[in-house]
C-alpha cells in the first residue's frame, strides 16, 4: 500500500498510508491551507508563529491516529471504515477557512461559518471520490452512532485543540500553552458510547484547561493581535463601502473582487465554492498593500499602517470605555487627520472580547473512576476547574490611532 511520511517539527514523522488520504492532501482544495496562516498575525508578536492550516491539519490527523490506536488497544470496537472516516474527518476540519482564518469570518461571506463550508467542500469531494467520504460527513456532522468519533473532531477534549495549542506553544514559544497531549491520549476511553478520560488523567485535564485560558490572553487575543485583525476588518469594511457608494475600486485579485461586491449569502458560497478555494491570504495581503495608494484617505492610511506594523492602539479594561471619551478621541483624529466624524469610526472604535475556560454547557469533559463512576472535571474533589470557571470572562476594548492621546 503506498504511503508518505512526513517530517513535523512538533511530533517527529506522521504517516499517510490509505490511498483515500494521499487523494485528499493532493487535492488543490486542501493544498490552499499552505496558504493561510493558521493565527492570522500572531506573527506580529511572536516571529515564529508562521505555520499554516496544512501544519495543523496534519498535526491533528497525527494526534486522531494515536487517539484511535489507543481505543482499540482497550477494545473499543473501531472498524477499519470507521477509524478511515475519522482520519478523513479530521484531515479536512478546517478546509473552509478562509483567508486569515477567524479574523475575517463573517466579513467577507455574513452569517456562514467556516465549518459549514467545510461540510459543503468534504460534500463537493465525496462527489469526486465515489461517495468515499460517506462516513467522514457523518462523523463531521454528528450524526455516526458513534459519537465518541466525532467528539473525537469537535468538542472539549478533542485532537483539533490538543494540536493547535501544542504546535502554537511550539511555534509563538509560549511555555504555558504546553499540554501533556500523549498523556489525555494514553488516558482516553470510551463509557456508554461517550469519550471519557480516566481517573489518572485528571490534573492533565486541568492542565489542559488553563492552558488554553492562559493561551487566549496571551496569544491569541494579545492586544497588538486584536488590533491588527480589527484593522483588517476595517478595511474590508471601507473597500465595501466605497463599492457601494460606486468609487473604482479592485484588488489584486478577481477571486476577492467576487467576494467583496457580491451579494452576502450560503447561496454565494454554494455557487462559487470552487472559486473560494483558490482564496487564501496572498490575495488579502497583497491587495492591501495595493490599496495602500488608493486615493481613499481612510483606506489608504489603514492599509499602510498594517504593512508597515504601525497598529491602532488598544487599550483593554473590565468595563466600558465611557462614550464621551470615545466621542472626545473621534473628534481629535477628525481634526488631526482631515477627515469626517463617521471615517473617524475607521479609527476609533470599542468592542469587547470574550473567553471560557471551560463551558459545561457546550460539551462535558467526562471523568471515569476506578469505581465506574462519572463525574464532570468541574465536579471532582478539590477541582481546579470550578462552575466559577465555567463563565465567560469578558474585556472591553478600546483602539485608537496612536497620534492622539487616550488619556
Keep these: 500500500m503506498p504511503r508518505k511520511i512526513i517530517n513535523d517539527p512538533v511530533y517527529g514523522f506522521i504517516t499517510l498510508d490509505h490511498p483515500l ?37 496534519l498535526g491533528a490527523y497525527h494526534l486522531m491516529c494515536s487517539a484511535l490506536d489507543e481505543l482499540k488497544r482497550k477494545g473499543v470496537a473501531i472498524t477499519p471504515e ?26 467577507l461571506i455574513r452569517d456562514v461559518r467556516h465549518e ?21 460527513l457523518h462523523i463531521f456532522t454528528d450524526e455516526h452512532p458513534k459519537r465518541y468519533l466525532h467528539q473525537l473532531v469537535s468538542g472539549q477534549l478533542d485532537t483539533d485543540r490538543m494540536d493547535y495549542l501544542t504546535r502554537d506553544s511550539f511555534f509563538t514559544g509560549v511555555s504555558e500553552g504546553v499540554i501533556g497531549y500523549d498523556r489525555i491520549l494514553k488516558m482516553l476511553v470510551v463509557h456508554n458510547g461517550e469519550l471519557m478520560v480516566e481517573e489518572k ?19 491569541y487575543l494579545h ?11 476595517r478595511i474590508m469594511e471601507r473597500a465595501k463601502e466605497l463599492l457601494a457608494k460606486g468609487p473604482q475600486l479592485n484588488s489584486c485579485s478577481p477571486i476577492l473582487d467576487l467576494f467583496l461586491r457580491a451579494g452576502e449569502s450560503r447561496e454565494l458560497i454554494e455557487r462559487n465554492l470552487d472559486k473560494f478555494c483558490l482564496l487564501d491570504d496572498y490575495d488579502v495581503t497583497t491587495t492591501i498593500k495595493q490599496w495602500m495608494f488608493h486615493p481613499d484617505k481612510v483606506l489608504s492610511l489603514l492599509c499602510r499602517r498594517l504593512i508597515d ?31 469626517s466624524l463617521e471615517e473617524a469610526d475607521y479609527f476609533v472604535f470599542t468592542g469587547q472580547t470574550t473567553n471560557t475556560t471551560y463551558d459545561p454547557l457546550e460539551e462535558e469533559i467526562n471523568i471515569l473512576f476506578k469505581n465506574g463512576e462519572v463525574r464532570d472535571i468541574s465536579q471532582v474533589d478539590n477541582a481546579l476547574i470550578q462552575q466559577t470557571l465555567a463563565s465567560p470572562v469578558k474585556k472591553f476594548y478600546l483602539c485608537y490611532l496612536n497620534t492622539v492621546s487616550a488619556i
Excluded at 472516516?85 to 479574523?103: N, Q, T, W
Excluded at 488523567?201 to 496569544?219: D, G, H, N, T
Excluded at 492586544?223 to 476588518?233: D, I, N, Q, Y
Aim: aromatic share 8%; charged share 20%; net charge neutral.
Design 21 to 57: 488520504l494521499l487523494d485528499i492532501i493532493a487535492h488543490p482544495y486542501y493544498q490552499r491551507l499552505r496558504r493561510i496562516h493558521q493565527m492570522a498575525f500572531a506573527h506580529l508578536v511572536y516571529p515564529g508563529a508562521v505555520h499554516t492550516r496544512l501544519h495543523h491539519s
Design 82 to 107: 470507521e477509524e478511515l472516516g475519522a482520519k478523513v474527518a479530521i484531515l479536512l476540519h478546517d478546509i473552509g477557512h478562509g483567508p486569515f482564518s477567524h479574523a475575517l469570518e463573517n466579513v
Design 116 to 136: 459549514e463550508i467545510s461540510i459543503l467542500i468534504m460534500q463537493v469531494l465525496n462527489q469526486e471520490f465515489g461517495g468515499r467520504l460517506d462516513t467522514a
Design 201 to 219: 488523567a485528571i490534573y492533565s485535564i486541568e492542565k489542559f484547561l488553563v492552558s488554553r485560558r492562559l493561551m487566549y490572553w496571551q496569544v
Design 223 to 233: 492586544k497588538t493581535v486584536l488590533s491588527a485583525e480589527k484593522m483588517l476588518v
Design 309 to 339: 506594523r504601525r497598529l491602532l492602539k488598544v487599550c483593554l479594561q473590565a468595563t466600558p470605555f465611557p462614550e464621551e471619551h470615545v466621542m472626545e478621541l473621534k473628534e481629535q483624529v477628525s481634526r488631526e487627520e482631515g477627515i
